[in-house]
């Protein structure tokens, strides 16, 4: 019998918001939550402050925890509060606190009725033990999340079966599905519902989850917050934080696919550094999806000795000339398990982490610096997030002090922790492009801030032009990845259609040479041009999008953000899928129609310049904007400081130009520049530099102080307003006020 404690005990022990309540009910459980042997047993109730904002609720059968039942790696690692116990009798409604909120717990049926400090309910959740469901209130405003694939930012009035992979018509427009069982609201509650797994029938004012028919529990997390930036801070709280990656993921990356040998592999890398494109990363295909990639075939770790014949004396070269060297893997074992660190029999079952593991660790050591992880689909949630973590602690495990690299197709709630995701096999299509920048935004707020997709889409289509590319070029370099990738591959390189020849076309029976271009379309040099202007944009903006990605791994901010995040009072900004920021202070509006040469653009309350024209304007109202061929509209809001550097041709070169510091006036505004090695783990270790640019518009004052870190140096900064002079500062790490005129 559990021990029986007061109602002031209760009341007393919950407020605290560090203790959890454990209510047996004596109700019977329905069959699907029974036990296939002894029948249905009473249930028990189970509620954890894990703190005063997220709220757990476990329902299981009596004297069977749940964390028994099920471990998918989803949550982050931490020590949980140990739960008081009490027992439940009758009908009447047990009432507790939850911090500033009461619970209310009914019995008939089982419901927890969560209410805020001034009555309102927060949420709500029913559990229909006959039909094996849950019941939970959407509220007035749009519900956010269910992962990847979605069809629409506001998942109201939508089902979702939370299919794993590339599923269907759906690919071609939305990308593969990623499902992640958290939904958030726009009144300030979010649910994850961490176990059973199951589908999802979402209405305009509730909506339904009804668990898999193998579930023998419930485990659900409530979060609650004041503001959406600080509901995904609780999320990333509860899945945990998303890594730092290394600065040359951030910088461009060339995805290659059939290669007609050694010196093909070669020669592209010297182009992009002759006709200074900057360029990180090469990406190799492996062979299987294409008739001649890096490796012998599909799940192969034997280099293809036709175009790597001396992989050692390839990768060094490649280093030589800074890139960076990616491999693309496919079929990983079907149920993958454990962990790196496993030794013993574990370790040699083909299917233990270890085990995969050990495939990949002498290509690491010839030098390989990441990994593509593709396919993978039919992996359930676990596996997939054993996979992801694979590539993270595997490569922490060969090389200790070097921040991984991997770019997953598949994963699961928790993967920000390990890697990186793409969207999958989309096609070339102005809706397709359409989607990708709803997808980016919606990605972010289902807790994955590192997320690309296929520049120009990755199945040509006849809508498949150089103006279509240069839009998702444009879109794509204010995305956390910017890779190009895709069928017909030379023509996503930057000087790819300006040969007169798309190389290999690598069609298949659903397609024909029909979807390709047409010769004379292959000789525009404009192409080239425009994508130098945008590696060069991107390249200059790395102080100001590292910095951001700082924000990303202390808070679970996205990168690309829904404008609802920075402006949740604006209800315009709600459901608004085709303009979003990059980072704090970044609006980006991709163009996404063919023929198009202005936009529309949605400017939130305040004072916002035009980033390439310097032209103010004033924010709560759309306005019409030129945006040519060469231009994609993007504003910066009033009161940044905008840290920018030299273009260069790869992340980790060195330059002697310093950091430009622009201030964009019109309000007060803080602003901040993080930096460190852009590589190792030194940083965990204090060895970083975060330094405040507080700008006050009253006095036209900027001051610069530092807020941490022992790597803070004299250094050189222009200072200026946008469009105007600027004058050079030497900064030794002490406050500095520059009065600007």
Request: some cysteine; hydrophobic content about 40%; proline content about 8%.
């Amino acid at each position: 019998m559990p021990r029986t404690f007061t109602r002031r005990s209760l009341l007393q022990s919950a407020a605290a918001g560090t203790a959890g309540l454990l209510l047996e009910l004596s109700l019977p459980a329905s069959s699907a939550l029974a036990d296939p042997v002894t029948g249905p047993p009473l249930l028990a109730l189970t509620m954890t402050a894990v703190s005063e904002n997220i709220l757990r609720v476990t329902i299981a059968a009596a004297g069977e925890p749940m964390g028994r039942l099920y471990a998918d790696g989803s949550l982050a690692p931490r020590k949980w509060p140990h739960p008081l116990a009490t027992a439940l009798a009758g009908k009447s409604p047990q009432v507790l606190n939850w911090g500033s909120r009461r619970l209310e717990v009914h019995t008939d049926p089982l419901r927890l009725t969560v209410l805020q400090q001034d009555q309102r309910i927060l949420q709500e959740l029913q559990f229909h033990q006959n039909s094996a469901q849950l019941q939970f209130l959407c509220g007035d405003g749009p519900v956010y999340g269910l992962g990847a694939g979605a069809h629409a930012l506001d998942r109201r009035d939508t089902t979702d079966a939370m299919r794993n992979g590339q599923v269907g018509d759906d690919l071609k427009i939305y990308g593969a599905h990623l499902p992640i069982p958290w939904l958030m609201g726009s009144n300030g509650w979010g649910l994850f519902f961490h176990e059973p797994q199951g589908s999802f029938n979402i209405g305009m004012k509730s909506g339904v989850f009804k668990p898999n028919e193998s579930a023998r529990g419930y485990d659900i997390f409530l979060l609650a917050a004041h503001s959406p930036a600080d509901l995904l801070g609780q999320f990333a709280a509860l899945t945990g934080f998303p890594h730092m990656p290394p600065l040359w993921a951030l910088g461009y990356q060339q995805s290659h696919r059939t290669l007609a040998g050694r010196e093909e592999v070669l020669e592209e890398a010297k182009t992009f550094r002759e006709k200074q494109l900057p360029c990180d990363a090469l990406i190799y295909l492996g062979t299987g999806f294409c008739p001649s990639g890096w490796n012998t075939g599909h799940g192969s770790f034997a280099f293809n000795e036709n175009v790597f014949p001396d992989p050692v004396a390839m990768i060094r070269q490649l280093h030589q000339e800074h890139f960076k060297v990616v491999l693309h893997v496919v079929n990983p074992p079907v149920n993958l398990y454990g962990e790196v660190s496993n030794t013993g029999a574990a370790a040699e079952d083909p299917a233990n982490a270890a085990k995969y593991w050990s495939h990949h660790v002498p290509l690491d050591r010839m030098g390989i610096d990441g990994w593509w992880p593709d396919e993978g689909d039919p992996l359930p949630a676990s596996s997939r997030l054993v996979r992801n973590r694979m590539y993270f602690d595997g490569e922490r495990q060969v090389r200790p002090n070097r921040r991984p690299f991997a770019l997953n197709r598949n994963g699961y709630a928790g993967l920000q922790r390990y890697g990186w995701l793409w969207s999958g096999d989309v096609f070339s299509t102005w809706k397709t492009l359409a989607a990708q920048v709803m997808e980016g935004i919606n990605i972010g707020l289902n807790g994955i801030p590192y997320w690309g997709t296929d520049i120009g889409g990755f199945v040509p289509t006849r809508e498949f032009t150089a103006e279509l590319f240069l839009r998702w070029f444009q879109f794509s370099s204010f995305c956390p990845l910017f890779r190009g990738h895709g069928r017909t591959w030379k023509l996503r390189l930057p000087w790819g259609w300006n040969t007169g020849d798309y190389g290999p076309p690598e069609l298949t029976p659903a397609f024909s040479v029909n979807d390709l271009p047409r010769p004379e379309d292959l000789h525009n040099p404009a192409v080239e041009e425009i994508c130098r202007k945008y590696l060069n944009t991107r390249y200059q903006l790395l102080p100001y999008i590292y910095s951001a990605v700082a924000e990303t791994h202390r808070t679970g901010m996205p990168l690309m953000r829904g404008l609802w995040l920075h402006f949740p009072e604006d209800e315009k900004t709600q459901t608004m899928a085709d303009e979003y920021m990059f980072g704090p202070a970044l609006l980006v509006a991709p163009m996404l129609s063919a023929g198009a040469t202005t936009r529309s653009v949605y400017l939130p309350a305040g004072t916002w310049w035009n980033f390439w024209t310097h032209e103010e304007s004033t924010g709560g109202k759309t306005i019409e904007v030129p945006a040519p061929l060469d231009t994609i509209p993007v504003f910066v809001r009033a009161g940044t400081t905008l840290a920018m550097g030299p273009v260069k041709q790869f992340t980790n070169e060195e330059s002697s130009v310093p950091i430009s510091l622009t201030v964009y006036p019109g309000a007060d505004g803080l602003s901040a520049l993080y930096e460190d090695d852009g590589e190792t783990y030194a940083f965990e270790r204090g060895a970083f530099s975060s330094t405040e640019l507080r700008w006050n518009d009253s006095t036209r004052t900027l001051e610069i102080s530092s807020r941490g870190g022992s790597a803070q140096t004299k250094r050189q900064f222009t200072v200026g307003l946008p469009g105007m002079s600027t004058r050079q500062i030497l900064y030794d790490g002490k406050a500095a006020r520059i009065r600007l005129r």
